[in-house]
């Protein structure tokens, strides 16, 4: 059974890191990296225009305030610093919504994107883990999954360390900035994740 949650703001702590609620005033440090064409080298829309990030903070805005919660977008920031370094999303798929395709696929998505400077620290992987036991343990899903280019060895690399297991090689599938790539589909259960969190 899929629960109906009902969040009102959400923290989330790791080793280094704080997920917490994006702000409006997060805007120009989103901008920052979602500005750049590396980071969003796999992304189907490329870089995110100025309009596109305020539409960013307004979905992360209006889903923090919306009942059930289904959406969370948090600012990924450094713990000693503050700094904002990246965000991340977990999407609980809405199981009345006809539409929505990713019904199909599972109860809840899950996706991270960071600046450039941060890359090859383990921050993804802390990311994740942390994704992971939100979705699990206090939204109690059954199933979370991930999608990623099959090009994007960085992510498919974080998804494997998580211990999701790929699940499809969908062909051609998504349409990346005029072209169409392949995506690989990754999924782990909530069992799983108990057996991968006790290692
Ligand atoms: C994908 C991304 C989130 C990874 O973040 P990260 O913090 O560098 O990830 P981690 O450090 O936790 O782990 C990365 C792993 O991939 C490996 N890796 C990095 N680049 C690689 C490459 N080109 N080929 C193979 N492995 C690679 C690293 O060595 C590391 O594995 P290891 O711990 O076994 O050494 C980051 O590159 C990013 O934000 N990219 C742009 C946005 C994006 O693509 N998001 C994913 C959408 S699906």
Redesign the pocket.
């Known amino acids: 059974m899929i629960t109906e949650p009902t969040f009102d703001s959400v923290r989330l702590t790791t080793p280094r890191l704080v997920l917490r609620e994006i702000e409006e005033s997060d805007t120009g440090s989103l901008r920052s990296y979602w500005s750049d064409p590396?980071?969003?080298?796999?992304?189907p829309n490329g870089v995110v225009s100025e309009k596109g990030i305020r539409d960013l903070v307004q979905r992360a805005l209006a889903g923090r305030g919306s009942k059930p919660r289904r959406y969370f977008r948090f600012a990924v920031t450094l713990k000693e610093s503050g700094a904002l370094v990246?965000d991340c999303v977990c999407r609980v798929t809405d199981p009345e919504s006809r539409e929505d395709l990713a019904r199909i696929i599972g109860q809840a998505y899950i996706?991270?994107?960071?600046?450039?400077a941060?890359?090859?620290?383990?921050?993804?992987?802390?990311?994740?883990r942390a994704l992971l036991s939100f979705g699990f343990e206090q939204l109690k899903l059954l199933r979370i999954w991930?999608?990623?280019?099959t090009e994007?060895?960085?992510?498919?690399?974080?998804l494997e360390?998580l211990g999701l297991r790929r699940e499809a090689h969908f062909r051609k599938s998504v349409m990346v900035q005029g072209n169409w790539h392949d995506c690989f589909v990754y999924g782990i259960l909530r069992d799983e994740w108990d057996v991968a969190a006790e290692v």
Request: glycine residues 14%; hydrophobic residues 35%; proline residues 0%.
């Open positions: 590396e980071v969003t080298r796999y992304m990246g996706g991270y994107f960071l600046s450039k941060s890359w090859g620290k383990g921050y993804a992987t802390e990311v994740g991930a999608w990623c280019d994007n060895s960085a992510s498919v690399r974080v360390k």
